[in-house]
């Protein structure tokens, strides 16, 4: 089993910049394929981000694609989103997730998900 803990939201203007890091427990990280969710008020979940085991693939939603980037550490269990060029549209609740499957858009593919991490982009 893996526990996840997201961490690195906030406030911050358009245009600006913020990394989330999500934490993993267990010794088999390295094994998951790793995902970045996010949740808006009133809206569905959406994909944003995930990444290979070994961090050697990724992919990404086409509303961030060239502005995020998703990276791992597996000496260190964490997985990390580097968001640059903020829109206020990104505002919502981010969530990893894990999974032993391959990188997947869906997010019933991924059995374990954090609590997630307020992102409020202001204008």
């Known amino acids: 089993q893996v526990q996840l803990v997201e961490s690195g939201g906030g406030l911050v203007q358009a245009g600006g910049s913020l990394r989330l890091s999500c934490a993993a427990s267990g010794r088999t990280f390295s094994s998951y394929t790793m995902g970045w969710f996010r949740q808006a008020p009133g809206k569905e979940r959406e994909f944003v981000a995930a990444?290979?085991?070994?961090?050697?693939?990724?992919y990404y939603a086409d509303s961030v694609k060239g502005r995020f980037t998703i990276s791992r550490d597996n000496a260190k269990n964490t997985v990390y989103l580097q968001m640059n060029s903020l829109k206020p549209e990104d505002t919502a609740v981010y969530y990893c997730?894990?999974?032993?499957?391959?990188?997947?858009?869906?997010?019933?593919?991924?059995?374990?998900w954090g609590q997630g991490t307020q992102v409020t982009v202001s204008s």
């Open positions: 997730a894990a999974t032993l499957a391959k990188m997947s858009t869906m997010d019933r593919v991924y059995q374990y």
């Open positions: 990444i290979s085991w070994s961090g050697g693939s990724t």
